[in-house]
Each structure stands twice: as structure tokens, then as C-alpha cells.
């Protein structure tokens, strides 16, 4: 891919400010396209290229989206450039490693149908995610055309949230890009996340103007094995990036506590002024929320999914941190049988 501008990638201040002067005049930003397992594709703006990783970095510290430095005479990857968004998932619950799905996005589209997929405690999950690494979240609904009343489904999914956008759309004939203009422009980055099913495949073929699905399997074929992650970013016709990623289904929440709370503002701030500070919201005195839900101002269903997600958060964080001990432990023994031998 040639005559991208960085603005054109995504560049801005933020990754600017990241760079020394040396930096500046030796290397070049490139953002990364495709994760292999032992090298990476990046976009810059002199090209695609080829890199193979710096003594140091591994594959699994860089991520499709993440801005990176390189040496482009060497095809080198100096260093990952912090990110300003990363979508994570916690499911390395032995190591306490959190799984990089996409870095730098602006935008997520959390996707489901107006049919019986439609779900908000699932939906309130990908919400959660989303607020905690400050990505904002657009809800898609598909197959408005297989339902009488796409309205009904419209104001539930509002519901899930304060100023919250929905998209309703028949992915299959409505004008996509057209709908989704406000979110995929130039140096724009999003990705989709939502059930099997749904439409995501749909969508991101009517915004790349391309089949994402037989992409990624191509890229197999071509080199006879699974080299890649299945993982890539790809450009949308309005001059944005999809980040198309197979890890975005069924993901759990860990270490999302703020994400959570923003998800459920209107329970979240109220939850503020119970009498007791670790008020769960039940039979207490004082009860804000429960106040709150007499008075027809709250959802009960809302607080039921709130507390849910909640203790699933909480277990999964105390999990993740327990495991993060017991390697780090199990790291110090390693290193201090080392050093034994060593002698
Ligand atoms: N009627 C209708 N079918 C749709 C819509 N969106 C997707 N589909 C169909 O639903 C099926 C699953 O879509 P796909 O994009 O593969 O979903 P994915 O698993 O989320 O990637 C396919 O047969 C699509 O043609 C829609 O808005 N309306
Ligand atoms: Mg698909």
C-alpha cells in the first residue's frame, strides 16, 4: 500500500510527543497491518513493510493497530509506541497476561440483531470493555428487515447507556458506509465485536469494499500453513481502518471496575449517596439505588445486570492477580536455581 500520509493512518500528537529528536530524523512510524508469528506487516508512509522484531519485543507485545518505530533499511522494529486505546481480554487466567485483541482504536461497533441474538446483559459486557480502554462504543442492530418493530429494539438498546448511539440497518441492503460515515473517516480506526451471527462479516466486506472473511484464509493458503494471527487491519473505502480481529466473541471482563461503572452511569453516580459506602444495593438503609428504582427512575434489571457483571469482574481481577503472583513467584525460583547452579 503506498501514498499514505501518517494523518492518513491515524498519526497524531499524542504518538508524535513520543518520539526523541534522534528518533525523529534516524527512524520511521509505521502502524502495524498483520501480526505473524515471527514477524509483523506494517503501513508507512513509504510503503508496506516487513518486519522482523527487535531482540526484546516479541510478537505478543505488538498489535494489529499499535504505532511502532523502524529501521526500514533493515526492516527492523525498534519499539511499540504507547498506545492511546487496547482492547484487551482476560483470558490468560495461568500467566495473568492480558491478551492484546486491537491497538489505537477510536471505535467499536458493538454488534447484534433485532431477533432473539439480541441481548443486553452481552451487550452491556462489550460496553463495559469498551468504555474501560476509552473506545467509544456504537451499538449496530442488523436484520432490522427481519422484524416487525426495529423501533422496540432501538430504544432497548438506548437504554443500555446515556448518550449512546444506536445504528439500526438491514446489513445486507441498506448503504453501510453511508450509515457508518461518522465513525469511519480518514485516519479513523474501529472494529467490530459482537456474536456469530450477526452480521459483522457483512458489514466489514460493505465498509472494506472487500470479502474480510476469505482474506485472512488466503493468507493462509498462500504460505501452506497458518502463519498469521487471523488478525489484520484493513482499509475502509471512506479512508478509515478495520481492525478485523476472530477474538472478538465471547470475551470476558477483568479489571474493568471503571468500564462497569460507566457502563451503568445512572447507577453507578447514584450509588454514591447510599448511606453506607459498601452499600450493596439490597436491603440496606439508605439505599440510593434501591430509592431509586421505587421511584421508577432506575431499571431493576439494569441493577440485577450491574451486580452481575460486577462480581464476574471482581472474581476474574482477584483470579488474574493470583496468578500474576504465582508466576512472578515462580519466575523469582526459576531465576534463583539459575544463580544456585550458577556458583
Ligand atoms: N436479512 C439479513 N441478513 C443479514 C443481515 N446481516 C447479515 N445477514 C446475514 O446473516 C448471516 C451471517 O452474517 P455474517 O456477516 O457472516 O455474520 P458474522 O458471523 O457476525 O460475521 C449471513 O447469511 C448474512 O448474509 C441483515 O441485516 N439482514
Ligand atoms: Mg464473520
Redesign the pocket.
Known amino acids: 500500500m503506498t501514498d499514505l500520509t501518517r494523518d492518513a493512518l491515524g498519526w497524531s500528537p499524542y504518538y508524535m510527543t513520543q518520539l526523541d529528536l534522534d528518533e525523529l530524523e534516524t527512524l520511521t512510524p509505521a502502524r502495524i497491518a498483520t501480526v505473524h508469528r515471527d514477524r509483523v506487516v506494517g503501513f508507512s508512509e513509504i510503503g508496506t513493510l516487513e518486519l522482523t522484531l527487535d531482540p526484546g519485543i516479541t510478537t505478543a507485545a505488538v498489535g494489529v493497530g499499535d504505532w511502532v518505530l523502524c529501521a526500514p533499511d533493515q526492516h527492523r522494529l525498534v519499539r511499540v509506541l504507547e498506545r492511546q486505546t487496547e482492547l484487551t481480554r482476560g483470558t490468560e487466567y495461568h500467566t495473568g497476561e492480558k491478551q492484546l485483541i486491537a491497538a489505537n482504536l477510536d471505535t467499536l461497533f458493538v454488534?447484534s440483531?433485532c431477533n432473539n441474538d439480541f441481548n443486553p446483559a452481552r451487550l452491556e459486557r462489550y460496553l463495559a470493555l469498551a468504555h474501560d480502554a476509552m473506545i467509544t462504543p456504537v451499538i449496530l442492530l442488523?436484520?432490522?428487515?427481519?422484524t416487525d418493530d426495529p423501533d422496540s429494539f432501538v430504544e432497548q438498546a438506548r437504554a443500555l447507556g446515556r448518550d449512546l448511539e444506536v445504528v439500526v440497518?438491514?446489513?445486507?441492503t441498506?448503504d453501510v458506509p453511508a450509515l457508518l460515515a461518522a465513525w469511519c473517516g480518514k485516519g479513523q480506526t474501529v472494529a467490530?465485536a459482537?456474536?456469530?451471527?450477526?452480521?459483522?462479516?457483512?458489514?466489514?466486506?460493505a465498509l472494506t469494499g472487500g470479502d474480510a472473511?476469505t482474506r485472512a484464509i488466503r493468507e493462509d493458503d498462500a504460505r501452506g500453513r497458518h502463519t498469521t494471527t487471523g488478525r489484520s487491519m484493513l482499509r475502509m473505502q471512506s479512508g478509515g481502518w478495520l481492525i478485523d480481529t476472530p477474538g472478538m466473541r465471547g470475551l470476558g471482563v477483568a479489571e474493568v471496575a471503571y468500564g462497569i461503572d460507566a457502563t451503568f452511569p445512572e447507577i453507578s453516580e447514584l450509588a454514591e449517596t447510599c448511606k453506607f459506602r459498601d452499600c450493596e444495593h439490597e436491603t440496606e438503609p439508605g439505599c440510593a439505588v434501591q430509592a431509586a428504582i421505587r421511584a421508577g427512575a432506575v431499571d431493576a434489571e439494569r441493577l440485577k445486570r450491574f451486580k452481575k457483571l460486577k462480581r464476574e469482574n471482581q472474581y476474574a481481577t482477584e483470579t488474574i492477580a493470583q496468578a500474576r503472583d504465582r508466576s512472578r513467584n515462580l519466575g523469582k525460583m526459576y531465576r534463583s536455581a539459575i544463580k544456585k547452579k550458577d556458583r
Do not use: E, P, R, W
Not at 442488523?142 to 427481519?146: F, H, L, R, V, W
Not at 440497518?169 to 445486507?172: N, R, S
Not at 459482537?194 to 466486506?205: D, E
Open positions: 454488534t440483531s442488523t436484520k432490522a428487515d427481519q440497518m438491514d446489513a445486507k441498506d467490530l459482537g456474536s456469530s451471527g450477526v452480521g459483522k462479516t457483512t458489514i466489514a466486506n472473511a
